[in-house]
Every structure is written in structure tokens, then in C-alpha cells.
């Protein structure tokens, strides 16, 4: 959902885009073909070999598998919208004194990683897109410790159509995958439909 979402978003932003890791290889060649854009199915260590940014965008349990057969990920930019849901889904594995996107850089220390797109439904995703030249843009959080992949993700979340909101440091997603939480609750539990996104307002202070 994320990654099929994000990856045809950013293909029709103009990016070169490589859908990896599915069951089924006919699946990631639809994606390439629906995508319109520059896009193309490969494997991870095709996406990682190629790219200047890579998504990571599988349930917490298959972060492991996918890292490795992704190859050597020094020095490349991983966005993670990735949440350390258990293995039925109903928690956070990872919380308050550490967090999935902290625990992933520790796993891949020579890679920058950077915490985005996690706070939002994927259900969402296409209408911010379809909005994105509109004025009054959702937000949307991310964090990270590389300056230069911080630059890229904002980016990206620019081609989305979100206003991208630097929270901080890599350690401020301890923060922001709770709040996911409550956003998956307004949007799966509540009247009015998953597309949902959210924005921050300031009042007052510097203008
Ligand atoms: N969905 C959301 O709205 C949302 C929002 C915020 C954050 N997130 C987080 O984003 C991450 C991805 O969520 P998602 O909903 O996008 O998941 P998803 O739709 O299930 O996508 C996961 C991908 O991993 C692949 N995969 C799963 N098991 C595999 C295996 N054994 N071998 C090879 N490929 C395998 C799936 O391929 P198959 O086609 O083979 O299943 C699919 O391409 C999760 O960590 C989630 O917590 C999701």
C-alpha cells in the first residue's frame, strides 16, 4: 500500500522509480507499468544498487529479510515510513525509550535513515497528490540525524503534496509512531473514512 502508493506519486512527479520486494514479481511489473512514469520492477539490491533514495515500506517483521537482500546500503538515504508494529498489529513493538526508525539505524549503521510518511493512511495519499497545487497543504513530520538525506526526504514529501515539517533529530520518532497511532485511529475507526491528513497551525510569535 505504501510503497506501491508512494513509488507511483513519485513516478509521476517526474522521479525514476524501482518497485521491490513482493511475493509476486507480477505484481511489482504492474506497479511499473501503472505507475506511468519512469518506472521499473527489480529486486532490492537492484533499488538499493540505483537509487539515491530508498523507501522502506514492509511490516516490521520483514525489515530484516528485506535489509539483507537489499546488499550494502552504505551511504545511501533510507526513508522509512516503516512503524515497529507487532506481529498482529495491534501494538508498537518499539516505544517510548527507543523506535522502529532508531532501532532500523542501528541495524544499518553506513546508511542515513530518515522517519517519513508513517503519520499518514496510505488511503490518503492520492488525493493530497491530486491537491498538491493548492495553497493550504497537509503537513507531514519527519526526522533524521543526516542533513543531506533530510533535504531528500523533504523533497519527496514535497512531490507528494505535503508541507514537510522537520521535527528533529532521528530520536523524535519515538514521538511521532505514537502519534501514527492515533492518526490510524481517527482514520479506521471513525465515521468518516481513512483519507485523512493533518496540519499544524501557529498562532502569533514570529510571522
Ligand atoms: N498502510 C498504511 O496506511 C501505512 C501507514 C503508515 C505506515 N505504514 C507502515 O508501512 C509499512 C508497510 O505497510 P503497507 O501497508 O504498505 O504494507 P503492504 O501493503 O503489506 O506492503 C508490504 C510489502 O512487503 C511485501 N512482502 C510481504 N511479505 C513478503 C515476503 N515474505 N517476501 C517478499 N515480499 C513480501 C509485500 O508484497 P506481497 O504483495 O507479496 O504481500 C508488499 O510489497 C508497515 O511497516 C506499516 O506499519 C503503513
Aim: charged residues 25%; aromatic residues 8%.
Amino acid at each position: 500500500m505504501m510503497g506501491g502508493k508512494l513509488g507511483t506519486l513519485w513516478a509521476r512527479a517526474g522521479h525514476e522509480v524501482v518497485f521491490s520486494y513482493a511475493r509476486s514479481e507480477q505484481k511489482l511489473k504492474r506497479l511499473a507499468r501503472e505507475a506511468q512514469g519512469n518506472a521499473k520492477a527489480g529486486t532490492p539490491g537492484d533499488a538499493a544498487r540505483e537509487a539515491d533514495a530508498l523507501l522502506l515500506a514492509v511490516h516490521w517483521s520483514r525489515v530484516d529479510d528485506v535489509l539483507k537482500q537489499a546488499g550494502d546500503l552504505s551511504g545511501k538515504t533510507i526513508v522509512s515510513c516503516s512503524l515497529p508494529m507487532n506481529a498482529d498489529d495491534t501494538d508498537l513493538a518499539i516505544a517510548h525509550t527507543s523506535s522502529g526508525s532508531e532501532a532500523l539505524a542501528k541495524k544499518v549503521p553506513t546508511a542515513r535513515v530518515v522517519s517519513a510518511f508513517n503519520t499518514v493512511p496510505s488511503e490518503v495519499l492520492f488525493g493530497v497528490f491530486a491537491a498538491r497545487r493548492k495553497a493550504r497543504k497537509p503537513s507531514l513530520v519527519y526526522c533524521g540525524d543526516d542533513a543531506r538525506s533530510k533535504k531528500i526526504a523533504a523533497e519527496l514529501i514535497r512531490d507528494v503534496g505535503f508541507d514537510p515539517v522537520d521535527a528533529g533529530p532521528l530520536r523524535v520518532a519515538r514521538y511521532t509512531e505514537p502519534f501514527t497511532l492515533l492518526i490510524a485511529q481517527l482514520a479506521y475507526e471513525g465515521d468518516e473514512g481513512p483519507e485523512l491528513a493533518y496540519r499544524f497551525e501557529r498562532f502569533g510569535g514570529k510571522s
